[in-house]
């Protein structure tokens, strides 16, 4: 199982929902569709499969977010994530955080792509950016492959704000956007 993929996605989710909504010492439920999981877990299970994977999970991921317990229905699986995690992942966040620096930039009425590639290149000057035209998104930045944030980021310029939606590279193509 790549334990390491996991529990990266797991923190980076929950970094997300607490610079967006603030930090409440609370339970989570995180969502994730099969293909999702199967990206993350470089594997191909089925439903039932990934559901047995996911009963016991690796003493690294549960010594810092607790006692997950996994659901699934319909091939859509839910995380259960203990106060725990919760706890873990606030007191562990830098203050520097591009995720919370990200939101709080796209949160503000004057913001722009130029501002928000801005940001991106303050973080790796070599980040891209792409103008895509598939009617759900304008445009696609992402950092070098080498940097340790692997997700793509899509904004879509709604008129009075931008919005973002950020996927791991595989499922962004999953989407054939």
């Not at 923190?11 to 995180?30: F, N, V």
């Not at 980040?127 to 793509?152: A, M, V």
Request: aromatic residues 12%; charged residues 35%; contains cysteine.
């Amino acid at each position: 199982m790549r334990a390491d993929r996991l529990e990266k996605n797991l923190i980076d989710i929950i970094k997300e929902e607490q610079a967006k909504l603030g930090y409440q010492k609370e339970k989570i439920r995180l969502y994730y569709p099969l293909s999702s999981l199967n990206h993350i877990l470089d594997c191909q299970d089925s439903e039932e499969e990934m559901l047995e994977r996911l009963q016991t999970l690796p003493e690294s991921i549960t010594e810092k977010l607790g006692n997950i317990s996994v659901t699934a229905k319909n091939e859509r699986f839910c995380f259960h994530v203990p106060e725990q995690g919760s706890i873990y992942v606030h007191e562990n966040m830098a203050e520097n955080e591009f995720i919370r620096d990200l939101v709080e930039l796209v949160a503000r009425h004057d913001c722009t792509i130029e501002k928000i590639l801005e940001l991106f290149r303050s973080r790796a000057k070599d980040s891209t950016c792409q103008k895509i035209e598939n009617g759900e998104f304008d445009w696609l930045i992402r950092f070098p492959e080498e940097h340790e944030d692997p997700y793509y980021y899509c904004f879509k310029d709604e008129g009075c704000h931008i919005i973002y939606h950020r996927f791991l590279p595989e499922d962004y193509e999953d989407f054939e956007f």
